[in-house]
């Protein structure tokens, strides 16, 4: 099994994160945030993952260090799990639509982390967590992954529906991405190297 273990601790946030790529869809979650849970399990259920998120933060202070914190331990997690990434397909693509919105996610498991993130928000918060703090997730997530990554609603107003079509499909095209390909020798690069 492909698995990722990250304990990271701050004086901001204690994480324990545990990931299995090869998994049914699995999560416990527990970060304190409600509508960030929900994300989380949405993303590994669409993923095909198992994952443990047990995370305490500084929510006294406000959601960013705790889910920014979570987006750098999953990153770090899914790159311990990819291990030397042979025959994996790299590439994962996902359209997901939420009623009236669509989402498209496409990743690059390349080692040269990058985030487009196009889209906008039209209210500050969906529960207790801030819009803005989506953006910042997926960053951290690719950061410490190694992934470049390309963000872009298509369709969609409102904002519960449009960052649960984000989730999902990146769970999707994540899922796609770190599938093995035994015709793939190696890794899947000219280079030789990822």
């Known amino acids: ?80 799990a990819l291990g030397d990434k042979k025959s994996i397909k790299r590439y994962g693509t996902a359209f997901v639509p939420m009623d009236e919105s669509l989402v498209q996610v496409s990743l690059d498991l390349s080692d040269r982390p990058f985030l487009v993130f196009d889209a906008e928000f039209s209210q500050q918060m969906v529960g207790q967590m801030d819009t803005q703090l989506v953006e910042e997730f997926f960053r951290a997530v690719a950061f410490n992954a190694g992934i470049t990554l390309h963000i872009k609603l298509l369709h969609g107003t409102n904002c519960h529906h449009i960052i649960e079509a984000m989730f999902k499909a990146f769970g999707r095209a994540l899922d796609e991405a770190t599938k093995i390909d035994t015709r793939i020798v190696g890794v899947m690069s000219t280079k030789g190297m990822l």
């Open 1 to 80: 099994m492909r698995e990722g273990l990250v304990n990271r601790n701050t004086k901001e946030t204690q994480i324990k994160l545990k990931i299995n790529l090869d998994g049914k869809g699995d999560c416990n979650c527990n970060s304190g945030i409600g509508f960030f849970d929900h994300m989380l399990v949405l993303f590994t259920k669409h993923g095909l993952m198992d994952a443990d998120f047990d995370v305490k933060g500084d929510l006294e202070v406000d959601a960013h260090h705790t889910v920014e914190d979570t987006g750098i331990a999953l990153g770090l997690a899914i790159r311990q």
